[in-house]
Every structure is written in structure tokens, then in C-alpha cells.
């Protein structure tokens, strides 16, 4: 099984999770590391995967999007193109790069590509099975029953991830299993700065997908004029809306042509560079965090 790990969804979790007063000897917060190891050695340990990538925001809001949506996360924009980010917790993503490298865990981020687009482009040229680790919703239009590919949802906790299959998705929301993407797109997501489609609310965008199984067809029947199928009002409002939900796919949706890398994303048995671990973890006091991770792997 190859496990994806959306790494900034568990950091910022992490960073959240575990008190800013555990610090490095020189009194750096590092609870955002600390919590990100301990999560992996958990994952590794419950769910044995034999491939493991964690997966990093190279361009936290892509160009491609921005251009489509001008709002796609324009809220969170600290200044000029950078993300509004926690001070104690940006200086330690670079260490959390450092002792991935150190540990031999593959770790990728592509220029232009967030790490949900280097998640959905491992996930559909996977040949094994995948289980994708996140917080976030937007890639659950990843699951996948014939493959089969899974989220491992993190919102009660590493310990009791929720599994998100087809299924889930169906019983959930009352779409069709992979139609989750089309389901957003009409719904839309404030926390990302999607509108979604004025006075279509979650409900009316799943009858809608129900009913008409894609937004590619249901954009075709919207052009045809006809009513048949439309709630009350719905048509007039998506009618409205022509214009964003031409534009809105491409944001909504994971990119699945990212260029990769090729790397060894095999589940390291032991350090990649023994030397340069334990230089990390005396600089930063964590000790405790990778003896535990290391029994994992080992």
C-alpha cells in the first residue's frame, strides 16, 4: 500500500495540537515537528503501508487557480504571494524538510503544484492500493473502490482517522462516490475562497449531481433550456453562474499531470543519513519523537 501524506494538513495540525512550550535547547518552538513524527510513527504502525510520500506545498496557491478564481484563497494571503502562517510555525517547516530528508522519506513538492495536485497525480498512477492522510475534504474526490484508494480523514484525530471510501461519499453528502469534485464546485468552500454557485446549497448541488450524475452533463442540459430536473429556481441560478462553473473545475479539481520526480518512495527501514539525524535531533531535542519513529520503521 502506498500512504500520501498531505504533510502541511499534519504540520499545521500538528502545530496545534501540541503545545508551542515544547522547544529545542535553545528554545526554538519545534512542536510542529515533534507532532508530525509522532503522527507518522502512528500511521506506520496502525496502518503498515509499504511506500509512504509526504507530500509538500511547492506553490501553496497556484497561478493556474488564482487566474481562474482571483479569490482561490485570497484570504489567507499574508503580503505579496506568501501565506499567512503562524511565526513560530514557518521556521519550522525547513526543519521538518531537513529530518524527512535525513530519515530517507520521500518527500515532494513540484514548482506551481500544491501538495494535493503531487497527491492526485501519485494516487491515479498508483498501482497499488493508496491511503491518502489529510484534513481536507477537497481530496475526497480522490476515493476510489476499484483501485482501491482511500482518504484517512484526520478531523478527530490521528488515532481515530475516519475512513472515506465511496460509500462514505454516497451515505455522506448523497452523491455518487467519485462525484465529490462536481459536488464542491456547486457547493463551493469559503475556507478556500470558492463561491460556489449563489443559492445552491448542499443539498440542492447533490440533488443536482444525483440527477444528472456530472456537471459536464449538467451544464449540457442547462444549455439545452429545458427545466426537467431542476429544483425551483435552480436553473435560473446556475444560469446565472455560467461563467464561474466554466472557470471553477479546473480549481476545484487536483491536478493529475504533475510532473513528478523520480524518487524511491519506499518505507525507509532505517536512516537515509544516520549522521545528519542525530546532528538534527540533538540541535532540536528530539530524541524521544524519532526513537519512536525509528522503532517503527525498524
Known sequence: ????????????????????????????????????????ATLVRQHSPREIVACMDADWRPAFRVAAIPSYKAHRVASGDQEEVPDTLAPQVPVIE?????????????GGYEADDVIGTFAIAATTAVDIVTGDRDLFQLVDDDKPCRALYTVRGIRNLQVIDESFVREKYGIPGRAYADFATLRGDPSDGLPGVPGIGEKTAAALITRFGSLPALLAALDEGGTDGFPAGARNRLAAARDYLEVAPAVVRVAHDVPLPDVDVSLPAAPRDPERLVALSRKYGLDSPLNRLLATLG
Open 98 to 110: 531537513e529530518v524527512l530528508d535525513a530519515l530517507g522519506i520521500a518527500r515532494v513538492g513540484v
Open 1 to 40: 500500500m502506498l500512504m500520501l501524506l498531505d504533510t502541511p494538513s499534519l504540520y499545521f495540525r500538528a502545530f496545534y495540537g501540541v503545545p508551542d512550550s515544547v522547544t529545542s535547547p535553545d528554545g526554538m518552538p519545534v512542536n510542529a515537528v515533534r507532532g508530525l513524527l509522532d503522527m507518522i
